[in-house]
Every structure is written in C-alpha cells, then in structure tokens.
C-alpha cells in the first residue's frame, strides 16, 4: 500500500501561482510514476501530468502545459506541482496518484490521495 496526503491548495487569483505537494508513505516512493489529477464539479477526474519513476520523463495535458511543472524528489518521497499563470478554470479538487505505468488513464493509478481544493478567483 501507498499512502498520499496533498497539502498547498487553496484560494488564489488569476494569474498568481500555486505549489501542490504530495507526501508518500508506504511502499518504495520510486518504484512508482507520480500523477497529478483534478476534478471540477459536475465533471469527470481528468489528467493534468506525470512524472517517471526515475523523474527522467514527464507529460503534461495540453491545457497546463507551460503553466505547470511537476517534480519529484525521491529522497524525501515527495512530487510536486508548481502552478503559475493560474487561470479560473484550473479551479477544481487536485489528486496525486501512484502507479506503475507512464499513463493518462485513471486505471493505471492504484493509489489516491484525499484530494487538496485550488480555487482560482477571476
């Protein structure tokens, strides 16, 4: 098992920036691809990006890309997304999520955090 707690969301304007972290406990952090996820109300999770076990490959939905960059640092068992540009339809509840393939498929993401809430004001 893979535990996962989000932290850094919150309340911020259009255009200001925004650092999500996701800590992991459990299982063996690199041995996992880290995924970022979020779902707005009244719409399904959808992708945002994906990190590598070894952080040497990454993809990004074309809707963050070059707003949002994701990292991790395996020593700390720690991936993080840095938002900026914030727009107000980035507003949603943001999940990271372990798994085993490099995917932008929900299924391959066995392991979910409780979810941290951006809310971007216009």
């Known amino acids: 098992q893979v535990q996962l707690v989000e932290s850094g969301g919150g309340l911020v304007q259009a255009g200001g920036s925004l650092r999500l972290s996701c800590a992991a406990s459990?299982?063996?952090?690199?041995?996992?691809?880290m995924g970022w996820f979020r779902q707005a109300p009244g719409k399904e999770r959808e992708f945002v990006t994906a990190?590598?076990?070894?952080?040497?490959?990454?993809s990004y939905a074309d809707s963050v890309k070059g707003r949002f960059t994701i990292s991790r640092d395996n020593a700390k068992n720690t991936v993080y997304l840095q938002m900026n540009s914030l727009k107000f339809e980035y507003t949603a509840v943001y999940y990271c999520?372990?798994?085993?393939?490099?995917?932008?498929?929900?299924?391959?993401?066995?392991?979910w955090g409780q979810g941290t809430q951006v809310t971007v004001s216009s």
């Open positions: 459990g299982r063996t952090f690199s041995d996992y691809v």
């Open positions: 999520a372990a798994g085993t393939g490099f995917a932008t498929n929900t299924a391959y993401y066995p392991y």
């Open positions: 990190i590598s076990q070894n952080a040497y490959s990454t």
